[in-house]
C-alpha cells in the first residue's frame, strides 16, 4: 500500500504521517517513509534554491522538477511495494496537480507526466484554510506559503480531488489527536485487508 498525506502546508501531514508509521510498525508491518519534495537529491536541490528565490523557473519547469524528484524514487517505490512494505508519503502526486492547477496548468496534462509513477492506494487530505497555514507558521515561509491567493486555489483544487473513491478528506483544523483518530479509522481497516 502506497499511502499519500495531502495539504496545505502546517496542515499536520509530517506529524500524522509519522503516527502512522508508529501505528503500522507496531501492527508488525515494514513502513517506508517517504517525503517529497526531498531536497537531498539533484533535483531536490535545484528545487530547493527555486523555492528560495536563487532560480526563476515556470510553473510548467516546477511541476517538472517535483515530478522528476519523486521520479528519482520510483525504482524504490516499486520494489517496496512489490515486497509487500507499506509506503507512508508526506506530499505526492496530488501535490503537482493542486499546485499546477493553482499557477493556471492543466491538470490533465499534470496528471499525464505523472503515468509511471505508482499511484497512491489512498490519498488523504488534511484539509485546512490557507489563513491557518499562515497562522501555523510565521516566519521562514517559501514564495508559495506567502501567497493566500494562491493557496485558496490550491485547497479548491486538493478539495476537488479529494471527491475521489480512493481519497480521504479530514478536517485538519481539529485537534491532532481527533485528527489522528480520524486518520486511524479510514486506514488501520484498509490495512487489514490488504
Same mark, same amino acid.
Given at each position: 500500500?502506497?499511502?499519500?498525506?495531502?495539504?496545505?502546508?502546517?496542515s499536520?501531514?509530517?506529524?500524522?504521517?509519522?503516527?502512522?508509521?508508529?501505528?503500522?510498525?507496531?501492527?508488525?508491518?515494514?513502513?517506508?517513509?517517504?517525503?517529497?519534495?526531498?531536497?537531498?537529491?539533484?533535483?531536490?536541490?535545484?528545487?530547493?534554491?527555486?523555492?528560495?528565490?536563487? =532560480? &526563476?523557473?515556470?510553473?510548467?519547469?516546477m511541476? +517538472? #522538477?517535483?515530478?522528476?524528484?519523486?521520479?528519482?524514487? !520510483? @525504482?524504490?517505490?516499486?520494489?517496496?511495494?512489490?515486497?509487500?512494505?507499506?509506503?507512508?508519503?508526506?506530499?505526492?502526486?496530488?501535490?503537482?496537480?493542486?499546485y499546477?492547477?493553482?499557477?493556471?496548468?492543466?491538470?490533465?496534462?499534470?496528471?499525464?507526466?505523472?503515468?509511471?509513477?505508482?499511484p497512491?492506494?489512498?490519498?488523504?487530505?488534511?484539509?485546512?484554510?490557507?489563513?491557518?497555514?499562515?497562522?501555523?507558521?510565521?516566519?521562514? =515561509? &517559501?514564495?508559495?506559503?506567502?501567497?493566500l491567493? +494562491? #493557496?485558496?486555489?490550491?485547497?479548491?483544487?486538493?478539495? !476537488? @480531488?479529494?471527491?475521489?473513491?480512493?481519497?480521504?478528506?479530514?478536517?485538519?483544523?481539529?485537534?491532532?489527536?481527533?485528527?489522528?483518530?480520524?486518520?486511524?479509522?479510514?486506514?488501520?481497516?484498509?490495512?487489514?485487508?490488504?
Amino acid at each position: 500500500m502506497l499511502i499519500a498525506f495531502e495539504g496545505l502546508d502546517q496542515s499536520g501531514k509530517e506529524t500524522q504521517a509519522k503516527h502512522l508509521r508508529a501505528r503500522i510498525e507496531h501492527a508488525g508491518r515494514k513502513v517506508r517513509p517517504l517525503s517529497f519534495p526531498d531536497y537531498e537529491t539533484p533535483v531536490g536541490r535545484e528545487i530547493a534554491q527555486a523555492l528560495a528565490g536563487e =532560480r &526563476d523557473f515556470t510553473p510548467e519547469v516546477m511541476q +517538472l #522538477l517535483y515530478v522528476a524528484n519523486r521520479c528519482e524514487y !520510483r @525504482q524504490k517505490i516499486e520494489m517496496w511495494l512489490s515486497s509487500g512494505d507499506v509506503i507512508v508519503c508526506d506530499r505526492y502526486r496530488a501535490s503537482s496537480v493542486a499546485y499546477g492547477e493553482a499557477q493556471g496548468l492543466d491538470g490533465a496534462w499534470l496528471n499525464s507526466i505523472q503515468q509511471f509513477l505508482p499511484p497512491a492506494s489512498v490519498t488523504i487530505l488534511l484539509d485546512i484554510a490557507p489563513e491557518t497555514a499562515v497562522l501555523r507558521k510565521s516566519a521562514g =515561509r &517559501d514564495r508559495y506559503e506567502r501567497d493566500l491567493s +494562491l #493557496l485558496t486555489r490550491v485547497r479548491e483544487s486538493y478539495r !476537488r @480531488q479529494a471527491e475521489r473513491p480512493d481519497w480521504v478528506l479530514i478536517n485538519g483544523e481539529a485537534s491532532k489527536d481527533e485528527v489522528r483518530a480520524a486518520v486511524d479509522a479510514a486506514i488501520l481497516p484498509k490495512l487489514a485487508e490488504a
